[in-house]
């Protein structure tokens, strides 16, 4: 599955980008997110500003941990291997969505665009 989407997206960046390639070394879209953690991004598809997690963020909207990631979640990639909770409430409350691993990187579910407040590994 990831294979195949970066496949795709090489493809694409080749017919457009045609005189100038990209340093080899800056990782893009979803690539940018490292092995065993959960990763959120702030647009679809993994572009926008990252955010990666071992364990959690009961507030995305405070100063600790990631800024500016609260209510602006729009695709993920859970690589921890965990199952993971987010909620559209801060302290783990409220609605609540579970991401499994294993799954690929995908965008959240139209319902959790842009609502996530809090996160956590289970
Ligand atoms: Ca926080």
Known sequence: ?????????????????????????????????????MCVFTGPNGSGAIAYFSTGDGNLGDSSGPVGMNNDIESIWNRSGHTWELFDGVGF???RWVSRPYVGPNNVIPAAANKVSSLRDT
Do not use: Q, W
């Not at 800056?26 to 953690?37: E, L, Q, S, V």
């Open 1 to 37: 599955m990831r294979i195949k989407g970066l496949l795709v997206s090489a493809s694409i960046g080749a017919a457009m980008v045609v005189a100038a390639a990209p340093p080899a070394s800056a990782a893009t879209g979803y690539d940018r997110c490292p092995n065993f953690r």
């Open 93 to 95: 409350s409220g609605t």
